[in-house]
């Protein structure tokens, strides 16, 4: 992985357009030699979030339809189609089947279909993705379009079973993990249940906090030392290992 040496940590899910200032956010991120990826949500989002990251080291952006707005940008989907030329990663997508989304459930089937079939054709791509109470879902639509072969699935802050995460790591899936997630007994069973080589650390900022205010890419150390907590490795082994699998991912 020759593109971000000296990593300091790995934020592989955060939101950086949303925070006041997008490029003083990226530029922290990249002071914090953070490798981040800076998930969008609508495809009308994608142009200046590429052109802050064409040239930073640290930090990349995917280019995404997030489920849960697909009720209203379904229509920009062609748009997203269209950009996929222009980036490696893709994200955030997938499915929300909560009860604030439910109704647009098949929209949104519809579009993560397109999604993981352009994906596909094109090769190469890495996805994070988003599985609400909809995990068999997405990985049943993972496994009937998106061949291993043909691109590789990150599943952000993954909330399904332990079965869920034997098969989602069967079809080669990683996890990217958030330090509320280590915060409950369920989710500190499932981390704890995870092949070590899939285990990646996020964010999801700025929708978590850390001290009262929204997390950032420097603050996935955090999560990092949270999950070592969980496997009982030591902080410095747990990065290297998180590293080690971001490197696996990327080559």
């Known amino acids: 992985m020759s593109e971000a040496p000296s990593i ?19 530029a922290r991120a990249e002071a914090a030699r953070i490798y981040t990826l800076t998930v969008t949500t609508t495809p009308k989002a ?14 990349r952006a995917a280019l995404g339809l997030h489920p849960q707005l697909v009720a209203e940008r379904a229509a920009e989907l062609p748009l997203w189609e ?6 490696r990663y893709v994200g955030e997508v997938g499915l929300d ?13 519809h579009v993560f279909e397109r999604v993981l079939e352009r994906c596909a054709e094109a090769g190469g791509k890495i ?10 879902a997405v990985l049943d639509m993972i496994e009937a379009h998106l061949p291993r072969e043909r691109g ?37 069973e499932l981390i704890g249940s995870l092949p070590r080589d899939r285990i990646l650390t ?9 001290d009262g205010r929204p997390t950032e890419p420097h603050d996935a150390p955090l999560a990092a030392i949270a999950v070592a907590d969980v496997l009982g490795l030591s902080a410095d082994a747990t990065t ?6 971001l490197r696996a991912l990327l080559d």
Not at 127 to 136: A, D, E, I, M
Not at 165 to 188: K, P, Q, V, W
């Open 152 to 188: 590789s699935v990150v599943l952000h802050w993954f909330t399904g079973s332990k079965s869920d995460a034997r098969r989602a790591a069967a079809l080669g899936c990683y996890f990217s993990i958030n330090a509320e997630m280590t915060r409950t007994d369920r989710g500190r």
């Open 82 to 87: 269209r950009h996929l030329t222009e980036t």
């Open 127 to 136: 996805l994070t993705v988003h599985s609400v109470r909809s995990v068999l």
């Open 8 to 26: 300091g940590g790995v934020d592989f899910h955060c939101h950086l357009d949303l925070y006041p200032d997008h490029a003083a956010a990226i």
């Open 202 to 210: 996020e964010t999801d900022g700025p929708f978590t906090q850390q």
């Open 46 to 59: 994608w142009p200046r979030n590429h052109e802050l990251t064409r040239h930073t080291r640290y930090v």
């Open 97 to 109: 089947a909560g009860p604030r989304f439910y109704k647009s459930l098949e929209a949104q089937r």
């Open 240 to 245: 290297k290992l998180i590293v080690s699998n």
